[in-house]
């Protein structure tokens, strides 16, 4: 059984810092397609980074490319995502997911219903 834990969620000023884990289980983070997506208070949910993980293919939206850090640690079966310079439109929750299959980076970000294993969420919350 798979699963994914996210974690480090909270609520932070704006210009902060903050480092989201998943932790996960049953899935080895060397195989498939790994990434993190969030959701914003009445908005749809969005790709915010994402690996293929035999390539190291790396995506990220253009809205948090420079200031967020997609990672992972494969013998601690987790994966982060550090999150800098932090903006009020950083808020929302953020999730975890995993695909067994191989996608590219930006197709798996941009076509979140392949990712086959979820996370519950971590609320992010950027204010003042």
């Known amino acids: 059984q798979v699963q994914l834990v996210e974690s480090g969620g909270g609520l932070v000023q704006p210009g902060g810092s903050l480092r989201l884990a998943c932790a996960t289980s049953?899935?080895?983070?060397?195989?498939?397609?790994i990434g993190w997506f969030r959701q914003a208070p009445g908005k749809e949910r969005e790709g915010v980074s994402c690996i293929s993980t035999r390539t190291g293919n790396t995506y990220y939206a253009d809205s948090v490319k420079g200031r967020f850090t997609i990672s992972r640690d494969n013998a601690k079966n987790t994966m982060y995502l550090q999150m800098n310079s932090l903006k009020p439109e950083d808020t929302g929750f953020y999730y975890c997911?995993?695909?067994?299959?191989?996608?590219?980076?930006?197709?798996?970000?941009?076509?979140?219903?392949?990712?086959?294993?979820w996370g519950k969420g971590t609320l992010v919350t950027v204010s003042s």
């Open positions: 997911a995993a695909a067994v299959a191989l996608y590219t980076a930006r197709y798996a970000c941009y076509n979140s219903n392949v990712m086959d294993y």
């Open positions: 049953g899935f080895t983070l060397d195989a498939g397609t």
